[in-house]
């Protein structure tokens, strides 16, 4: 049961150009989302995050929109730079569950 | 640098074994999570404990056992091995392990079962 889906394994986009990576999710318990972002051989680290109280949040060139009527939340990063070059994943809580369910990745590719 | 610790990087081991992977959480953190990550697979919750006691269990499977010591450092047990166990296992910290809070992952174990 996949709570959470990320239906792109892979995106590729060219340097300075928008990168949008989308997200949907199932269990309308979630209140929370997150995106991590990970790198070969690192773990995962924290990107920026939205409360379902809100529809976005910025944080410099990344934003994070949340459409809760259709489940649905995305990632855009304005301009994409070959250090974004990642596997991002998408990831939701609900309140009292302790644990963060992920989707299961999409690799970005910043082409120069 | 996250601040959390997982040792040892890479595991090689045959079906049947034992092994257990270790983490030392970030400084300060009270609570550690388990997460494996097969091929193609998102990250799966396998557990979570706070302050030595087992607060979440996921998908984990009778096979795994894990503990917080005293120290905060936690191990993740895994018996009986099978080639479908060949994953990345990461662990994460958090202050207080809460919903929302922002987890803090260390660079993984790859374990290969042959």
């Known amino acids: 049961d996949q709570q959470v889906k990320q239906n792109s394994p892979s995106l590729s986009v060219q340097e300075g150009r928008i990168s949008i990576l989308n997200c949907d999710y199932t269990?309308?318990?979630?209140?929370?989302f997150l995106w991590y972002k990970k790198y070969p051989a690192e773990g995962p680290t924290f990107l920026i995050s939205i409360s379902s109280i809100k529809d976005k949040n910025e944080d410099g060139r990344f934003t994070v929109f949340l459409n809760k009527s259709a489940k649905h939340l995305s990632l855009h990063i304005v301009p994409s730079q070959p250090g974004d070059s990642a596997v991002y994943f998408c990831a939701a809580s609900a309140q009292g569950a302790q644990k963060l369910v992920f989707g299961q990745g999409t690799r970005l590719t910043i082409n120069p | 640098d996250s601040g959390v610790t997982q040792t040892p990087k890479h595991l090689i081991t045959a079906t049947g074994q034992r092994v257990t992977l270790r983490c030392s959480p970030r400084s300060g953190d009270l609570s550690v999570y388990w997460y494996q990550q097969s091929l193609d697979q998102g990250l799966q919750f396998l557990i979570q404990?706070?302050?030595?006691?087992?607060?979440a269990k996921g998908n984990i499977l009778e096979r795994f056992s894990a503990q917080q010591f005293p120290d905060l450092h936690s191990e993740l047990n895994l018996s009986s091995l099978e080639l479908g166990d060949s994953a990345l296992y990461f662990c994460?910290?958090?202050?207080?392990?809460?919903?929302?809070?922002?987890?803090?992952f260390g660079s993984g174990t790859q374990l290969s079962v042959l």
């Open positions: 994460a910290s958090s202050l207080q392990g809460l919903a929302n809070e922002k987890l803090f």
């Open positions: 269990n309308s318990m979630f209140d929370y």
């Open positions: 404990y706070y302050n030595g006691e087992e607060r």
